[in-house]
């Protein structure tokens, strides 16, 4: 799996498309597929949530409403939420949809902070996240 942002994969491609232009950023994620020969790619977009391709296979999960107050350490959670969640062998949408979530909590903390996984457990229950993965726990 490859993590870049929007802006990172602007920049590393070289292209350049308005945030609404949904057409040419899934051109330019499966160009990086393509390019890395790779099937999984999840590109966090900030406030807009994050974007995840496995092959043709393509989900938008919009972003959890925070208060933020620091970004420092967001994408380090999302890749670390990311990891463990490839560990386990869980579907894409949902290892994005924790990553995502993991990334904005870390943002309402000033500095960086470790995720508290009870209260990324509590959330994603809460939010529906886990409804359709009874079985998974902490």
Request: proline share 4%.
């Amino acid at each position: 799996m490859f993590k870049p942002n929007l802006k990172e994969l602007k920049e590393g491609l070289k292209v350049e498309f308005t945030d609404a232009n949904h057409e040419a950023f899934e051109q330019a994620v499966a160009e990086l597929q393509t390019l890395l020969e790779t099937q999984n790619v999840l590109v966090t977009l900030s406030e807009r949530g994050v974007f995840c391709a496995a092959g043709p296979n393509q989900t938008y999960i919009d972003a959890h409403l925070r208060t933020i107050s620091d970004v420092s350490g967001a994408g380090d959670t999302v890749i670390s939420i990311a990891a463990v969640c490839m560990a386990l062998k869980l579907p894409l949408p949902l290892l994005a949809d924790l990553a995502n979530l993991g990334g904005g909590l870390v943002c309402e903390e000033i500095g960086v902070v470790p995720i508290d996984k009870i209260k990324l457990y509590q959330e994603a229950k809460e939010g529906r996240i886990l409804a359709n993965y009874p079985a998974l726990t902490i």
